[in-house]
């Protein structure tokens, strides 16, 4: 089966740091990446995906995350923070073979002042 | 944002009683979702539909039913409440199967 793995838990940053976070995935086959973003009490929002060609994608509010086929990842990068990006985000994948997203157990990410 | 609508937003409820959990849309998207949100699961799918009548089991399906019978609504039913069901609920839409959008979740606790 398929599984999304996120291995910073928590970060903390202060503000104009840069950031990435780890997703990596296990699945051979084509996969369609997700980075979704929940503020605090808010719901999912898509930050940004990757469906085919030029493995750099840019999303919203300055994100934006590298595919690299060879090591499974879609790492989430952006080069500086603001105290509005505290939030939680989560990596998913989707397969055709599952036919659905599978999550990671998201990042906290903290930006302090 | 996406036109959809979960209700209630939040609940209380006791052990061993019945619970219905709403999602509404107004895409008119074919597929409808499911999912729990649990601090360190991240999201996991309960159950979903790919058109009115036609449903299938997520990864944590047990103890869940759902029913569609309106392209708009997706209901969630828990039939008898247990306090591992206490969790936020969210639902979520798409057009095509890979972009979802999420409704702003149920926050349900079981006591």
């Known amino acids: 089966a398929q599984s999304v793995s996120q291995h910073n838990h928590h970060v903390i940053l202060s503000e104009a740091a840069s950031l990435e976070l780890g997703c990596n995935y296990s699945?051979?086959?084509?996969?369609?990446l997700f980075w979704y973003v929940q503020y605090p009490g808010q719901h999912l929002q898509l930050l940004l995906k990757y469906f085919s060609g030029d493995p750099l994608v840019k999303g919203i509010k300055g994100f934006e995350a590298e595919f690299i086929k060879s090591k499974f990842s879609f790492n989430l990068r952006k080069p500086s923070v603001q105290w509005s990006d505290t939030a939680e985000y989560f990596c998913?994948?989707?397969?055709?073979?599952?036919?659905?997203?599978?999550f990671g157990t998201g990042t906290r990410l903290q930006v302090t002042l | 944002d996406a036109g959809i609508t979960q209700s209630p937003r939040h609940k209380v409820t006791e052990t061993g009683t019945p619970v219905t959990l709403r999602c509404h849309q107004t895409e008119n998207h074919r597929y409808m979702y499911w999912y729990r949100q649990d601090p360190g699961h991240g999201l996991r799918l309960i159950h979903y539909?790919?058109?009115?009548?036609?449903?299938d089991k997520g990864e944590v399906s047990d103890g869940y039913s759902v029913s569609r019978s309106k392209t708009e609504d997706f209901l969630l039913t828990l039939e008898s409440a247990t306090s591992s069901q206490t969790s936020v609920y969210f639902c979520a839409i798409s057009r095509d199967r890979y972009e979802q959008y999420f409704g702003p979740g149920t926050r349900l606790t079981v006591t």
């Open positions: 539909s790919y058109g009115v009548k036609d449903t």
């Open positions: 699945y051979g086959g084509t996969v369609n």
């Open positions: 998913a994948v989707f397969t055709g073979t599952a036919s659905k997203l599978t």
